[in-house]
């Protein structure tokens, strides 16, 4: 699904790890330069996977991004951009949200893709306040890699054995430490569920 009618329109792909957030997000923008529009997209320099200068999905998808650590430095370089594509939003600071908030003042298309949930399935970073301010949202699922169901969850593995409750947020990689999982199958040693950190 792809509505866009009116300009300063915030879009929010999210999903667990392996379910094609980055994928879809690259659609968006390659359909936006279709367009011509005039479209950058942006990255956090944390995310080291693949290519630095470029958002890349696990199955390949690529488009040329700037890593940014600051997110305040987004303005000046989509100054003259239409359409602001922003992937791993999950690992920005709150600072973001100013940012995407002026740049949909200033009438522009931000696309932001991002996990909803960290490894503990707990809810990841900026993301809730992200998808509360969405105009759209679209959630993506993954195939749980024990069983062959939906997959909501990422599992994160350490030397093959479910990571721990309290072990750090963290942790960027791909198949050689996550996996997607069905909620019967994601394991989470330590966690209870009245816990929920703030
Ligand atoms: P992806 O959504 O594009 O697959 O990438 C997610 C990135 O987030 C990847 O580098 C692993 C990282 N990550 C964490 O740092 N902590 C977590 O709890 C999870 C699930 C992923
Ligand atoms: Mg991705």
Known sequence: MEIVTQDGWLEVITGCMFS???EELVRRLRRAVIARKKTVAIKPT????????AVVSHSGFSFNAIPIGDPKTILSISKDAEVVGIDESQFFTIDLIPVIQELLQEKKRVIVAGLDLDFRGEPFGIMPNLLALADEAMKLHAICSVCGNIATKTQRLIDGKPARYDDPTILVGGLESYEAR????????????????E
């Open 20 to 22: 094609g957030k980055t």
């Open 182 to 197: 069905c909620n019967l199958h994601h394991e989470v040693p330590g966690k209870t569920l009245t816990l929920f950190k």
């Open 46 to 53: 944390i995310d080291t996977r693949y290519d630095l200068m």
